[in-house]
């Protein structure tokens, strides 16, 4: 019988019933919907709506609930269409008439949103946790290997020789930033809908700032409609997680390039990686494949919520029940993805022969070698060309700029002298890019600071 049956003279058809319940996805919110359910009915009876016995009476029955649900001794009733109906439903079944009290002043509706808001700001928080894990993680491979040269690329192409450590601290800023969204999505939950009832308020003495209060919210939700009816901050939580996964894609998008052959940067370890049900000699990276795959379905979780929010009219609308299943969906796929990556991440080898190897390759010291010309006075766009003509002549003996002479190098421009062979240490080059930001080892080592600083205060905010 629906809690509703007053009005119905049938019940609802067993397809019907089933296809607009939200049950088996929204019991995941079953601490929070107890939690809005105490607050609510310690305020009812402290503004004398209800009475102090039955207040008691519904919060040692709702902590009996919240008991055998973690105990796995609670059974959901598949007619239930909601956790709110399942447990007030219990409740009465219970404790008798003050369960039934329980509802006064208060609709689905504002529960439901009130429940959602919790929820999304104890996730935020569970993940801005576990994304300073992987964090702490790539600070200390960047530690590890801090003077570490490798090639940087621009259009995949080798460019300049990079610190390792400066190649992992840019992750380490990304997901900085990602840990700001995270922070500002909690905070855009941070607000309590309890009180807007069905979408105008209501009109028994409810105090929705003693509400707000009780449930570690800033403050209640000003507009009863705006209460009610939106789910930005679930967009904001979806976005925040989106550009995470976007971030970790990118990262993994590297660990598989880095573990191929061609570049045998790095190694993962056997917990990362999976064999062939084929072929006996592979080792793939499966994990990271997956990261960067699952970085598509979060993204298309927060396409659904902006398509299922389009459009709505005010207030609440039963499309809105569409909108737990891809947060949380999202939540648990970054979680399980910050979590894969710090592990793939911390127990990877590096080889840094591989990647200084690699780096003595595509001619790295030639923006160096213009340079060394521009500081002895000729024009950079001149000194550019002569290092090109030196580049073809390399390209012609199939040989790197270190292997020239000076007489070829004197050949182009008489401003060479013996000090160039010095211009040409791959180390040395990346030493010198001194400037705020840059990869030379001082800088980094300025960096490195700031990022530990940043983890510390990030620390502080969980
Ligand atoms: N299960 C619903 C949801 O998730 C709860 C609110 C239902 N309110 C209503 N008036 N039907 O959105």
Not at 322 to 330: L, N, R, S, T, V
């Amino acid at each position: 019988m629906a809690l509703w049956s007053g009005r119905f003279e049938e019940g609802a058809d067993a397809f019907t019933q089933r296809f607009g319940a939200s049950l088996p996805v929204d019991r995941k919110l079953y601490a929070q919907d107890i939690a809005g359910s105490k607050a609510h009915a310690a305020m009812l009876a402290a503004q004398g709506v209800i009475s102090d016995e039955d207040a008691q009476a519904i919060t040692k029955g709702l902590d009996g609930i919240q008991a055998d649900i973690e105990a796995g001794a609670f059974s959901f009733d598949v007619n239930d269409e909601d956790i709110h109906m399942a447990i007030e439903g219990e409740l009465t079944r219970r404790i008798g008439t003050a369960g039934a009290r329980l509802h006064t002043g208060r609709s689905r509706n504002d529960q439901v949103a009130t429940d959602t808001r919790l929820y999304a700001k104890a996730r935020c928080a569970q993940l801005m946790e576990a994304n300073l894990e992987l964090r702490h993680v790539l600070v200390q491979q960047a530690q590890a290997h801090f003077d570490v040269v490798l090639p940087g690329y621009t259009h995949m192409q080798h460019a300049q020789p990079v610190l390792l450590s400066h190649h992992l601290l840019a992750y380490v800023w990304m997901l900085g930033r990602d840990f700001e969204r995270l922070a500002a999505a909690r905070d855009a939950a941070d607000v309590s809908p309890l009180g807007a009832a069905a979408l105008a308020g209501t009109t028994y003495p409810l105090d929705r700032h003693a509400t707000a209060s009780a449930l570690g919210f800033s403050g209640p939700v000003p507009n009863s409609l705006d209460a009610v009816s939106d789910r930005d901050f679930l967009l904001d939580l979806l976005y925040a997680a989106s550009v995470s996964c976007i971030h970790l894609s990118r990262l993994c998008e590297e660990v598989i390039l880095w573990s191929t052959a061609e570049f045998g940067f790095i190694t993962l370890s056997d917990a990362y990686s999976t064999g062939s049900s084929i072929m006996p000699q592979k080792k793939n990276p499966d994990f990271a494949e997956l990261i960067r795959g699952k970085s598509g379905r979060v993204v298309g979780d927060l396409m659904a919520l902006l398509m299922t929010l389009k459009a709505l009219p005010l207030a609440y609308n039963k499309d809105l029940q569409e909108d737990k299943e891809g947060a949380i969906d999202a939540a648990d796929t970054l979680h399980d993805c910050y979590r894969c990556a710090a592990g793939m991440v911390s127990t990877m080898t590096v080889h840094p022969e591989a990647m200084m190897a690699q780096a003595k390759k595509g001619y790295l010291a030639a923006t160096d070698v213009a340079d060394y010309l521009a500081k002895k006075g000729m024009p950079f766009r001149q000194a550019h060309e002569v290092v090109g003509h030196l580049v073809l002549l390399c390209d012609k003996r199939g040989c790197d700029l270190d292997d020239l002479s000076l007489a070829d190098f004197q050949a182009e421009s008489s401003l060479f002298e013996a000090d160039i062979t010095e211009q040409l240490d791959l180390r040395r080059i990346a030493d010198a890019r001194t400037t705020f930001g840059g990869t030379g080892s001082s800088a980094v080592r300025e960096q490195m600071a700031a990022v530990e600083a940043a983890l510390a205060a990030d620390a502080a905010r969980l």
